[in-house]
């Protein structure tokens, strides 16, 4: 059992990162290429992405086994960020730490001799392990990047709903199956000892998870920015066959702004992620609200758009 202790302070701290984080991604995605658990919902992906894998990903699977611990400085973002920026931080990571999480890795697994290179900051090896990470998320991830980003938004737009009628407690033990609250402590089923993660007012971030896979996680070193990593909920996991579907319906730029407009946005926003103009953006957002399935809100001196309960439904 993992019990996550809060104080007032921690509560009012809590929020939700604003999108998938490439790392955690990478990191979890390598977990689910290795357990057969996972086939049901990610065995197409599996089957796709394993015929042609990157030929580092061997040596990325040995530093991230699915089992046990995987060392922290590979996930050092708490939310959504670039990949190439996640990757820079991987590797700005104190000798320090790369030292003493290869340490606890090195107990439980046979290691690449690169790793122990790695765990003396050789800069070369460091070199190889971005590449290795780069190569892996462009091959594996960066084909399917559209539809994590959906789900992730859509899920968003959940723990909005949740927490505007439950509050921030309410919305803390509807994460997930494995989760209950009471007052004061978090707590999440775990296969592992019981472990105690007191917050200290630092607050908790939240991430959704698209590779995420039957519990959430956390970071055991606690020094870290606290994060809760969490799986998705799976009835809004929108496979590529849905997609299609939705597309088929709505039209494919209508149905790709109804999944940005998911995670809320502004009409510029929707513009951007979408590649075209605003007034265009603009009339797919009015079509969608007239529907019933966005509602806009003003707010200062632009429109925030968000997917109605009956537009997330439609998602899923």
Known sequence: MLRVHFTAEDLARVRVAAGPDPMWEILLSLHVLRQRSATPVFGRWRATVRTTLPGDTRWLMQLAPPVGYSPDFLTPTAGACAVDAGIDAVLSTPVESLRADLAQLDHRHRLDPRTHLLAGGDVATLDSLGEALRD???????????????????????????????????????????????????????????????????????????????????????????????PIARDLHVTSTGKRSLEALLGRTRAAALEVIAGGCTTTELARRLGISAASASAHASVLRDAGLAVAQRHRNSVLHTASALGVELLA
Do not use: K
């Open 136 to 230: 892996y998320h462009r091959h594996a991830l960066a084909p399917i990047w559209g539809d994590v980003r959906a789900v992730v938004d859509a899920d968003r737009a959940v723990r909005a709903r949740s927490f505007l009628d439950s509050g921030c407690e309410g919305m803390l033990a509807a994460l997930h199956p494995t989760i209950s609250w009471a007052p004061s402590v978090l707590s999440i089923e775990s296969r592992f000892p019981q472990r105690d993660v007191h917050l200290g007012g630092q607050g908790l971030v939240l991430v959704p998870s698209y590779f995420c896979w039957e519990r959430p996680i956390m970071l055991r070193d606690q020094s870290r920015t606290p994060v809760l990593v969490y």
